[in-house]
Structure formats: structure tokens, C-alpha cells
């Protein structure tokens, strides 16, 4: 094997492009060239693609993501990073927003098609806490992560959606017909109260007697240190899945890392895509 054979196996290794990984501490990664079964207009700039998956479908916990190899793309040979919207025995769904050559590419695939995938990735949201009332946020395409695990809680709580117009509230009937109350807030006013979901956020627990609420979050950061900072003022318990740009999803490249609290060191680096991109929020150490 020549050096530049050597170079090029190793850095399709540590992309996952043609290899699956099995890491410490997480499921095994498995690799699939999976069949479009459906890829639909969602509404605005967002789309469902569902794609046949027997092998990952079953494994995907809440809060985990799939990595897809953008197609026709020469240039780019790094993954693109999905949370899963859904799963089942047989397939995985996405829900997505056209923002970049990537997704442009992604977005232009027909049902019928293959598209190249490795997954579950991450460590996703712990179980619910019994006794404790649900809560979840949402933030534009970050309500895609709070599927899987609203679907199988007996227990319904209250679901929060923010977006800054109508057409980035996504999800919502879904969560009333599984019986949520729905809060929703935009910062155009177009669609639930005008502002920030905090603030809608604020109120309702304002007026709440008690605070024995269990939080899990998606969407941009600012929300989720917003709400990460709520959770430690009031006392409870705040998951966030937090948003980093990724390059190789397997925790190999170091791109995604955050800075975690560590009651020796003061804190320490953890890759999102590995030891993530779920944390408590008592864990992230917030960059001033």
C-alpha cells in the first residue's frame, strides 16, 4: 500500500466513510446504503425524508442522530449530521431545513434512491423521571429531537415552540395529538405570542406552584443557555441537545467539542457528537 493509499484509508476511517466504528460506552455504529421510502415538503424551507433502515431503525434511542453522506458531492466527503425525527423497525426519519450545499444536495434526491447513512450516533436523552411533569422545548428544527421520546411517555406535559415566524413552528399538531399541551411563541407575533419562547416559558412557570418539572431541549444555543440558566436559578433538572457544527460525528476530530464542568479540573473538553449532544445543564461550562 502506498503512503498516499495509507493517508487516504486513514482519514476514511476516522470520517466514517466507508467504515463503521464501534466506540466505548455507545451502542455500535452500523453503516446502511438505505432506499428513500418517502421524502416530502414539510412546509417553507422544511422537509421529511424517510429512509428504509432495519439495521438502525431499532437501535436509535431519543435524542440520537444519523450521519448522511451527501450525494453528488465531490468535494465533500464529510457527513452531514440529522437528529432522527422517527424510527421504527424497519426505517429513520429526518426532518430538515435547505440551508447549505449539503442539505441543497440531500434535498434534491427522489424517492426510490439510495443515500449512504451510519448511526445511531451520540448519547441521546435518559429516560423521564417519574413523578416529575414533562416538559419540552423546541427551538425551529430542534423540535424533530423531541419526537421519539413524547410518543412513548404515558405521562404528558406541556411542549414549548419557538421560532421567529409561523413557518418555523414545526410539530405542533403532532404533539396535541398525542395529547401535549402546545405553548407557542414567535418573534413576528404571526402565529401564539409575540416574543421570545422564554418568555412565554416565564410565565407559565411563574405561574405554577411548584417547580417539579423535568426539562429536555433542542434548537439554537442561545435558547438552550437561556434555558440552561432557568433550570439552575428555579432548580430543575434541564437536558439540552446542543447544537455544534460536526465534521466526522464519531468524537475522532474534535470539532464539535464544548467545555464540561469537572469538579477536579474545573472543567474539561467533550465532544457533542460522542459524549453528547445531550447534557444536563449543571454540566456545560458557558464560554462568558
Known amino acids: ?100 450545499k449539503g442539505t441543497a444536495a440531500i434535498n434534491r434526491l427522489l424517492p426510490g434512491e439510495t443515500i449512504d447513512i451510519i448511526g445511531p450516533l ?69 402565529v401564539g405570542s409575540r416574543g421570545l419562547v422564554t418568555d412565554t416559558f416565564d410565565r407559565w412557570l411563574d405561574e405554577r406552584s411548584d417547580t417539579d418539572i423535568e426539562l429536555f431541549a433542542c434548537g439554537p444555543e442561545g435558547m438552550l443557555r437561556a434555558f440552561g440558566d432557568r433550570a439552575v436559578d428555579r432548580d430543575f433538572k434541564a437536558w439540552l441537545s446542543m447544537d455544534r457544527h460536526m465534521a466526522c460525528g464519531v468524537g475522532a476530530c474534535l470539532t464539535c467539542v464544548i467545555k464540561k464542568n469537572d469538579p477536579e479540573k474545573g472543567w474539561q473538553w467533550a465532544r457533542c457528537c460522542k459524549d453528547g449532544p445531550v447534557f444536563e445543564s449543571r454540566e456545560i461550562a458557558w464560554d462568558e
Open 1 to 100: 500500500m502506498t503512503g498516499t493509499e495509507t493517508k487516504s484509508c486513514f482519514f476514511q476511517f476516522f470520517l466514517c466513510v466507508k467504515c463503521p466504528f464501534v466506540f466505548r460506552g455507545i451502542q455500535p455504529l452500523k453503516q446502511e446504503q438505505t432506499r428513500i421510502l418517502e421524502h416530502r415538503h414539510e412546509q417553507a424551507d422544511y422537509w421529511v425524508m424517510q429512509l428504509s433502515a432495519p439495521g438502525i431503525g431499532p437501535e436509535v434511542r431519543p435524542g440520537q442522530f444519523i450521519g448522511l453522506q451527501a450525494p453528488r458531492l465531490d468535494n465533500a466527503v464529510l457527513r452531514r449530521p440529522f437528529s432522527v425525527y422517527r424510527a421504527d423497525n424497519e426505517s429513520v426519519s429526518i426532518l430538515y431545513k435547505v440551508v447549505g
Open 122 to 190: 451520540g448519547n441521546g436523552f435518559p429516560e423521564a423521571t417519574p413523578g416529575l411533569t414533562p416538559v419540552r422545548i423546541g427551538g425551529g428544527y430542534g423540535a424533530a429531537a423531541l419526537q421519539l421520546q413524547a410518543r412513548t411517555l404515558q405521562k404528558k406535559g406541556t411542549v414549548f415552540f419557538g421560532g421567529r415566524t409561523a413557518s418555523d413552528i414545526l410539530c405542533a399538531d403532532e404533539f396535541k395529538a398525542l395529547g401535549w399541551t402546545v405553548e407557542i411563541a414567535t418573534e413576528d407575533g404571526s
